[in-house]
């Protein structure tokens, strides 16, 4: 069983996906084993109390330095034997602490196509270009802001009369789609980054 650590800071409709998606594969494979959130007052906090997910709070104004503030996030992912790292919805970037603890074992989902709209305000960024295409990435995470190998990417067309909530809609739409399978094909090593590619790995079982 691989063990899950979700990162979140804000309203966590990516994790209940997940979680749901979890669930109803009665998967052996993984688990959601901890939720770590940075802003005590993130409603995700409230659907893990629903989900009965461990969940770890922490204030980084608390601490003098990322390093410092790292330290303790790594702290209780090796105390809850965390073998894999979901970014839904964390609002920093992640600092070499955690990094080279999990390098390969890091997800990150963000709403748009990157290299195009990286950063907050990825919805608003793509209104404002005019584009008439965009949609999710989900890839692999090192140093960069939202930088690393992509995993998988997926379309939604904007409209002319598209507005910010109802382009929302369509890509939380499709992030819960995708995000839950793309997850359990990294964590069980189906995909896996190596030297900063993605590679597929055919299971012996498969040949
Ligand atoms: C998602 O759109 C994700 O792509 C971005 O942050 C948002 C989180 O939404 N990184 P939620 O908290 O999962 O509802």
Known sequence: MKKIA???SGSGSNYEAIIEAF????????EVSLLV??????????????????TFVISAKEYESKEAFETV????????????IVLAGYMRLLGSTLLQAYMGRILNIHPSLLPAFPGKDALGQALEYGVKVTG???HFVDEGMDTGPIVLQDTVTID???TKTSLAQKIQKLEHQHYPATILQCVTGEIVMEERKVKWVQKSNEL
């Open 136 to 138: 999710i990435t989900i």
């Open 6 to 8: 979700v990162f979140a």
């Open 37 to 54: 959130c940075d802003k005590p007052q993130a409603y995700v906090i409230e659907r893990a109390q629903k989900w009965a997910t461990p």
């Open 160 to 162: 002319l009369h598209e």
């Open 23 to 30: 669930h109803s594969l009665d998967s052996q494979q993984v």
């Open 73 to 84: 996030i790594l702290k209780e992912l090796e105390k809850a034997n965390i073998d894999f």
